[in-house]
Nanobody
Framework: QVQLVESGGGLVQAGDSLRLACAAS????????MAWFRQAPGKEREFVVA???????YYADSVKGRFIISRDNAKNTVYLQMNSLKPEDTAIYYC????????????????????WGQGTQVTVSS
């Protein structure tokens, strides 16, 4: 079992930066593929970025070059650094975990993830 708790959301202006954190507990964190998804009002949940347990990274085209995912295994935490934020980045951001020791397939498929956090709201004003 893995428990995930997101933090770091808030209200920012376009062009600003924000860093989200996802604290994991309950299992061997280092063996899990981790990802961030987001859901805007009235829209389907969409993939943002994934970081596999082997260190591979996968980004949605919409955030490539602006967002960076990283993990601190000593703190059992995954981070999402979001730069050059745009109003269209406004959404609830969810942290997800898939594992343990799974291959880097289906990383962008939310149905493939075993565990989810409660979400954190990010609002970007224009």
């Amino acid at each position: 079992q893995v428990q995930l708790v997101e933090s770091g959301g808030g209200l920012v202006q376009a062009g600003d930066s924000l860093r989200l954190a996802c604290a994991a507990s309950g299992s061997t964190f280092t063996s899990y593929n981790m990802a961030w998804f987001r859901q805007a009002p009235g829209k389907e949940r969409e993939f943002v970025v994934a970081l596999t347990w082997t260190g591979g990274t996968y980004y949605a085209d919409s955030v490539k070059g602006r967002f960076i995912i990283s993990r601190d295994n000593a703190k059992n935490t995954v981070y999402l650094q979001m730069n050059s934020l745009k109003p269209e980045d406004t959404a609830i951001y969810y942290c997800a975990a898939r594992g343990p020791y799974l291959a880097a397939t289906l990383v962008s498929d939310d149905d493939a993830y075993n565990y989810w956090g409660q979400g954190t709201q990010v609002t970007v004003s224009s």
